[in-house]
């Protein structure tokens, strides 16, 4: 197909006109091209697809941010774009968790995947653990009772527990559990609750070798906002070492959460807490929700 | 409804003439159609972009005027054929412009607000149930592409910002092709995966 002779525009120029951002003459200019112009159409479509995704993942900051909250979402058309990113960076990052974990491809391989990760954790109070598969049915959730900690290490950890009876607690699932907790499953991810709900020790999420992100879903004890934003802050300086971008809480069965994926470059064993915010229609912000957790030492 | 009847001015095309159109979209290379579904979205995007309601109307308000020219002339001078669409869209995108002027509404600003507020809420309204079916459907379109393709968009679209990129690059060195080309086939992919979803039944429809 015929092409035009021009360089296609790197992707910060293709972004901007993404965000309504160019002169309207530059904008004319890239109308024309990304309908006659095989190349740049194609490039702006993957393009976009990345503006989308990196919204989704809360990775757009300032003006970035600002013109693609101000223009791009005005479109119902691309608001069910990031509608539908949401879900299928929720499906690939399941994916990629199932490939990762031994097992993987196994029938069954999920309720496995999910209860191996609630062992791989030293159980603290009342919270929930589960595999980066946040849209499992509610009876594949384990939550663990609270049990005072006598050991760091995280072999013993991983091993050392007593399959707890709970909604997948049969004697097949059991032995299940042990043998994949054994072995490194591969997956980090964990439930939070608010502050105010967690009794007892913290939770302790240990990041598996190699991981670059960890999932970590917070529950919400009511929504009264439509967006929400986490920041990630070390209490022992009060100093947020890492804040998502604006979030949408999504809900699975009777439980609201707002879900975050963060870089664990950010994280170093120690204990963590996360405030997260609403924003109201107006763009004023509060402080919701806050939660605490602890990373554990491989 | 109004605004169905005004964009859509002509009844659509017959079959005669739109396969008279899909011809000359393909330009010579028969393209199974897909050279037409491909305009389609670029104009349906072009569309959008410039913050029209109704963006599938027009692209098909487009293709319905250059059908009419096409069996009113029996050709069309202006190439490439997709050059000769954009033309067209803009003409349609004016006249677009101009019926809004007209048609000045007088809670215009409170739909504005709710076009904002909607852009707060985006999923906030749908059931649980509905974003259950939802997920199930893309899980369950994810399980049916073939494994290279299912392997390549998880292996593409995972992870974030340096990780992302390494990964990606890594991946097109893998497969010996350049980072665009990497990234136009993941995206075809997607897109075929987005398709899928889409048939998947009601609910999951308004994804």
């Known amino acids: ?298 | 409804m109004q605004r169905q009847r005004s964009i859509r001015e002509e009844p659509t095309l017959t079959d005669v003439a739109f396969g008279r159109l899909l011809e000359w979209l393909d330009d010579g290379i028969d393209s199974g159609g897909e050279r037409y579904l491909d305009i389609r979205r670029r104009l349906v995007s072009y569309f959008d972009r410039r913050n029209r309601l109704s963006a599938e109307d027009l692209a098909d308000e487009t293709f319905n005027r250059i059908s009419r020219t096409l069996e009113q002339s029996g050709s069309i001078a202006v190439r490439p054929p997709a050059r000769y669409c954009y033309v067209v869209a803009r003409f349609v995108l004016l006249e677009d412009f101009r019926r809004d002027r007209k048609h000045v509404h007088l809670d215009e600003s409170r739909t504005a607000d709710r076009s904002r507020s909607a852009s707060l809420a985006l999923v906030g309204s749908d059931s649980a149930i509905t974003k259950e079916h939802r997920l199930e459907c893309l899980d369950r379109c994810l399980r049916q592409l073939p494994s290279e393709h299912r392997d390549l968009i998880v292996e593409y679209y995972r992870d974030t910002h340096r990780q992302k990129i390494e990964r990606r690059r890594g991946l097109a060195a893998r497969l010996g092709i350049t980072m665009n080309a990497l990234g136009i086939r993941a995206w075809r992919i997607r897109d075929a995966l987005t398709t899928c979803v889409k048939g998947c039944g009601p609910e999951a429809r308004r994804m």
């Open chain 1, 1 to 298: 197909m015929p092409q035009t002779e021009q360089l296609v525009p790197d992707r910060q120029h293709l972004v901007r006109y993404l965000l309504d951002l160019l002169p309207e003459e530059e904008a004319e200019r890239l109308d024309l091209a990304s309908i006659t112009d095989d190349q740049i159409a194609s490039h702006l479509r993957v393009i976009e697809c990345d503006l989308v995704d990196d919204y989704v993942l809360g990775s757009l900051t300032g003006e970035t941010l600002q013109q693609f909250e101000a223009r791009y979402l005005t479109s119902t058309r691309r608001r069910d774009n990031v509608k539908m990113a949401a879900r299928f960076l929720d499906a690939v990052e399941r994916a990629a968790a199932q490939n990762e974990a031994p097992g993987a491809g196994v029938p069954g391989a999920r309720v496995l995947l999910s209860a191996a990760a609630a062992l791989v954790i030293a159980a603290g109070g009342a919270f929930m653990f589960r595999s980066a598969e946040p849209s499992l049915p509610e009876s594949t959730v384990q939550t663990l009772p609270a049990q005072p900690r006598t050991d760091e290490s995280p072999e013993r950890e991983a091993v050392g527990r007593t399959p707890v009876p709970g909604p997948v607690g049969t004697q097949n699932q059991a032995a299940a559990r042990g043998s994949v907790a054994r072995r490194d499953p591969g997956v980090a991810a964990l439930v939070l609750w608010p502050q105010t709900r967690s009794a007892g020790p913290l939770p302790t999420l240990l990041i598996p070798a190699g991981r670059a992100s960890v999932v970590l879903q917070l529950t919400l004890e009511s929504t009264p906002f439509a967006q929400y934003r986490a920041g990630l802050k070390n209490p022992a300086d009060n100093e947020i070492v890492w804040r998502s971008g604006w979030l949408i809480p999504t809900t699975s069965g009777s439980r609201t959460s707002v879900r975050i994926v963060v870089p664990t470059v950010k994280m170093r064993p120690q204990h963590y807490s996360i405030e997260l915010s609403g924003r109201s229609p107006d763009s004023t912000s509060e402080v919701v929700e806050s939660y605490t957790f602890r990373v554990g030492s491989r």
